[in-house]
């Protein structure tokens, strides 16, 4: 075991802690509840057809796995900067720098399709048809967020618990509003369960099932990580031993009872293959299930609190990256700029507009399926270094189990490879990409020493 918790640093300004139990649920919850729910489940659908249900009852159980594994690294390790901080104590400075460079490149992806996921729900309130204005306003509401994220994590911590608030209500309602009609339609939108429209079944078996099921496994995985964003708030939790296992434990319950409710209502209501079409070409699949209700203030009523996660999202994916960048500047891994903490509000500024530029960008790219794919890769990678750096914990800093760890472990590095080829190809080249850039940075900073 490497451990580098000791290894000389420059001085950095310390954040403050401001966060108690509750603010750290909603924070989860405000990262979860958005893409995951009102974009991925189309997408997921696609792959899977109805057995995406089941995609998302088992993609919860390799994020609960997770889910207490970054518990207790948190809990012992409470610094900004998440799995980035657990691979340099316990395992490798190349682990570390691996999984702070995933979390940029899967985070970053994952708000690139909140922002679009916006934009597609935000035109269907207005009723504007023209999707030539869905990447406009994807990069617009990217600018608006960054600027609020830069006021300091108090203000972005009440505007977030009113979005959840917003986002919890308008599932509630769809749920409690589709449920008689799910329920009339019988096994109408439920055969065949396996094979979705992406993935047909392949002539002399079901390869081509199992591989449209795994890959819809993986796609609804990184609908839950949105509980890492409490421990890439370590530094600003207080009492983190005690309060961020305790968050993130209540926010992967509060999660799953949702999305499984609102898979099977959508999934019973619409069909998977309409779910599958409206998600990628539209971004608003809960929206179109909503509308075969015959309840019209329902459809507005999902579609604002799609717009209100979608904001949820956005908001929280630029504080964690900002926060991971903010470590990997401090460690010399990026930048020295990145590492500046603004004095007056305690705002990793310079890392923030970094974020806020790179999700613009990612934005322009306009295509939701393959911005949540790459995801997909890159967060298992990321999770699947947070198990093994769990694996290394000794007894005394243990909270759990070891066997949930190598399960966490195991899980996230067999669902990774079950997207799309050409995704996790380009994934593995920007790990390579960024292990040489680690190469020359740790070279520098040698001799700058």
């Not at 691996?98 to 269907?124: I, N």
């Not at 609020?148 to 959840?164: F, P, Q, Y």
């Not at 999700?359 to 997909?376: E, H, K, M, N, Y």
Request: aromatic residues 8%; charged residues 10%.
């Amino acid at each position: 075991m490497t451990d580098t918790s000791t290894t000389s640093e420059p001085p950095h300004a310390p954040l403050k802690r401001e966060i108690g139990v509750c603010g750290a649920v909603m924070m989860g919850l405000g990262s979860i509840i958005g893409t995951g729910v009102f974009v991925s489940i189309g997408i997921a659908a696609g792959a899977a057809g109805p057995a995406v249900v089941l995609a998302i009852a088992l993609a919860a159980v390799v994020a609960a796995c997770n889910g207490l594994s970054s518990a207790q690294l948190a809990a012992n390790h409470p610094l900004s900067g998440g799995t980035y901080e657990y691979g340099y104590r316990w395992l490798h400075p190349a682990l570390g720098f691996t999984a702070g460079w995933m979390f940029l490149c899967a985070k970053s992806a994952s708000a690139a399709t909140a922002a679009l996921g916006f934009a597609g729900y935000a035109l269907s309130v207005t009723g504007d048809g023209h999707e030539t204005r869905l990447v406009p306003l994807a990069v617009a509401v990217v600018v608006l967020l960054t600027a609020i994220v830069a006021t300091g994590i108090r203000r972005s911590n009440a505007t977030n618990i009113a979005i959840v608030s917003v986002t919890l209500f308008s599932l509630a309602a769809f749920v409690l509003a589709g449920l008689p009609t799910a329920l009339a339609r019988g096994m109408e939108n439920w055969v065949p369960f396996f094979g979705g429209a992406d993935n047909p079944p392949r002539a002399g078996g079901g390869l081509g099932r199992l591989g449209g099921f795994l890959e819809a496994c993986a796609l609804m995985f990184v609908a839950y990580t949105g509980y890492g964003r409490i421990a890439t708030l370590g530094e600003e939790i207080r009492e983190p031993r005690r309060n961020i296992p305790r968050a993130i434990v209540v926010t992967l319950l509060a999660t799953m009872a949702f999305y499984v409710a609102v898979g099977f209502v959508a999934v019973a209501a619409v069909g998977a293959e309409r779910l599958s079409a409206v998600g990628t070409e539209r971004a608003a699949p809960l929206e179109v299930a909503a509308r075969a209700f015959h309840l019209p203030a329902v459809a507005a009523i999902v579609s604002i609190g799609a717009v209100a996660a979608m904001l949820g999202v956005l908001l929280n994916l630029i504080l964690g990256l900002s926060r991971v960048m903010l470590s990997m500047g401090r460690r010399g891994d990026m930048p020295g700029l990145f590492a500046g903490v603004r004095e007056s509000t305690g705002t990793p500024l310079p890392a923030v507009l970094a974020v806020g530029l790179a999700i613009a960008g990612l934005a322009l790219v306009g295509d939701v399926r393959t911005t949540w794919s790459f995801s997909a890769f890159t967060v298992l990678v990321y999770y699947a270094i947070t198990n093994l750096a769990a694996i290394r914990l000794s007894d005394s800093e243990r909270l759990y189990p070891r066997w949930i760890a190598w399960a966490g472990l195991c899980s996230c590095g067999f669902l990774a490879f079950w997207v799309e080829p050409r995704i996790w190809m380009v994934g593995l080249g920007m790990i390579a990409a960024g292990l040489i850039w680690h190469g020359v940075a740790t070279r520098l900073r040698g001799r700058v020493t």
